[in-house]
């Protein structure tokens, strides 16, 4: 049950980040932050399907993470959601194109091994 | 410069709004039931406590501070670098409400900054068309 539930904590949490990020980035970058210029393209993320999706996808991992609390140790659930990282880092290289580095590759290794550290 | 301080925005309201709403949310009492009906209610009156409220209001400021982030950077750049959360969390455990911080979390703490500075050095943007 507990895997399950981990399952759905870390495939929320990262579908959520790649449906958010597929939204935001349907228009140009964010160069102009007066209120209203930042209002509108924001506006405009929020029509799109793919981020009301995320929210959900949100959602699931934050309900998903309250039920493995209740079965698991939080020594457990946090460092074991620091899998995301690694996951969100190679989607982002194969969904978004992004291009990651060794470099890159070592500090979001290095981040999940901390992460995982610091709440053991 | 405009990336690094969407950045520090994020970590600092998510880390801000997850300390109140788990502050307000022990005022609050625990949730007595899972049904639809009562988890509502739950949430009016959890509302209703001013911790709860602000730190829903920072987590939608996190939010969207987070999308605009990602419409300059990449997500393999922003995941990383904004894990300093986790550190100020244990500092302001430390600092502010005296907790004791195992050696553990200590090297732990070293670990993500050590992980979060080789990244930090790697190019914000790699996808054309971005801001860097």
């Known amino acids: 049950m507990r895997f399950f539930l981990l399952a759905l904590v870390v ?7 790649l449906l958010k990020t597929l939204a935001i980035r349907q228009h140009a970058a964010v160069e102009d932050f007066r209120p209203g210029a930042l209002g509108r393209r924001l506006g405009l993320a929020f029509r ?73 | 410069m405009k990336t690094t301080i969407c950045l520090l925005v994020v970590v600092a309201t998510n880390t801000a709004g997850n300390l109140l709403l788990g502050y307000g949310m022990r005022q609050v009492g625990s949730i007595a039931s899972w049904s639809p009906l009562e988890l509502a209610v739950s949430a009016v009156r959890a509302m209703a406590n001013p911790y709860v409220a602000g730190g ?39 600092g502010l409400l005296g907790e004791t911080v195992r050696p553990a979390r200590w090297i732990g703490i070293a670990v993500i900054v050590a992980g979060m500075t080789l990244v930090a050095r790697t190019p914000a943007s790699t996808v054309a068309g971005r801001a860097r």
């Open chain 1, 11 to 17: 495939g929320g949490a990262v579908v959520g980040d």
């Open chain 1, 48 to 120: 799109t399907r793919r981020l009301w999706l995320s929210l959900a996808a949100y959602a699931l991992s934050f309900f998903a993470f309250l039920g493995l609390l209740s079965v698991a140790e939080v020594s457990f659930a946090v460092p074991a959601t620091a899998a995301s990282y690694a996951i969100e880092t190679a989607l982002a290289k194969w969904i978004l194109g992004e291009t990651v580095s060794r470099q890159r590759w070592a500090g979001a290794g290095v981040v999940a091994a901390g992460v995982a550290l610091i709440s053991v």
């Open chain 2, 56 to 94: 829903v209001a920072l987590l939608i400021v996190f939010f969207l501070a987070h999308m605009i982030a990602l419409s300059r950077a990449d997500l393999s750049y922003v995941l990383p670098v904004t894990s300093g959360g986790y550190i100020l969390v244990a500092l302001l455990g430390w």
